[in-house]
């Protein structure tokens, strides 16, 4: 089995969630938002905003998880899309899978044999970051953007020289 690599994906043992938190069922439930595909070994949140990958780890860290131990993973693994993980890590691996004609990027726990693709309940690829991406550093968004307005948990984003729209999915809650 295997978890989809979306945006920013924290990607956690399912173990370590059960020793640290409770069911793999409860947490997903109280994830902040619906980003979540799991197997029988690996859990997967995704974020578009770095602030909220970041919130999100702090909040992992203060209930127990250990995000590296000697710059190794240890109970979850931080992952992004475009630039792949941002630690060492000895429990999973990364394969592109060819999907109707455009590559997936998915994390399977190395021990797992099982082929099973999960994806969060609602994805569908004409409205992924696979489809619609574009990947921003803050100092192009202090120089070139401009938030025009929040729809929901989804800010909107104005290119000052183009007049283009972008939007960044944003957590609702965090635990």
Same mark, same amino acid.
């Given at each position: 089995m295997? /978890?989809?690599v979306e945006?920013?994906s /924290?990607i956690i043992? #399912?173990?370590?969630?059960?020793?640290y938190?409770g069911?793999?069922?409860?947490? /997903?439930?109280?994830?902040? #938002?619906?980003t979540a595909?799991?197997?029988?070994?690996?859990?997967?949140?995704?974020f578009m905003s770095?602030s909220?990958t970041?919130?999100?780890?702090?909040t *992992?860290e203060?209930? %127990?998880f250990?995000?590296? *131990?000697q710059?190794?993973?240890a109970?979850f693994l931080l /992952?992004?899309?475009?630039?792949g993980?941002t630690?060492g890590?000895?429990?999973?691996e990364?394969?592109?899978?060819?999907?109707? %004609?455009h590559?997936?990027i998915f994390c399977?726990y190395l021990?797992?044999?099982? %082929?099973t693709?999960h994806?969060?309940?609602q994805?569908n690829f004409e409205q992924?970051?696979?489809n619609?991406s574009?990947?921003?550093g803050?100092?192009?968004?202090q #120089?070139?953007? =401009?938030?025009i307005g929040v729809? %929901?948990?989804?800010?909107v984003?104005?290119d000052k020289?183009?007049?283009? =729209?972008?939007?960044?999915g944003r957590?609702? #809650? *965090?635990?």
């Amino acid at each position: 089995m295997a /978890v989809l690599v979306e945006g920013i994906s /924290v990607i956690i043992k #399912n173990e370590a969630i059960e020793k640290y938190f409770g069911t793999v069922d409860d947490f /997903v439930a109280r994830a902040p #938002n619906q980003t979540a595909c799991c197997d029988q070994f690996i859990t997967r949140i995704g974020f578009m905003s770095p602030s909220d990958t970041g919130f999100f780890v702090r909040t *992992l860290e203060k209930i %127990g998880f250990a995000h590296l *131990l000697q710059d190794q993973a240890a109970d979850f693994l931080l /992952v992004d899309q475009v630039t792949g993980p941002t630690s060492g890590f000895d429990w999973c691996e990364f394969k592109k899978i060819e999907i109707d %004609g455009h590559e997936i990027i998915f994390c399977k726990y190395l021990t797992d044999t099982d %082929g099973t693709l999960h994806f969060p309940s609602q994805w569908n690829f004409e409205q992924s970051l696979y489809n619609k991406s574009y990947k921003i550093g803050m100092e192009e968004i202090q #120089n070139k953007m =401009q938030c025009i307005g929040v729809d %929901g948990h989804v800010e909107v984003w104005e290119d000052k020289e183009t007049g283009q =729209q972008f939007y960044i999915g944003r957590t609702s #809650n *965090l635990f």
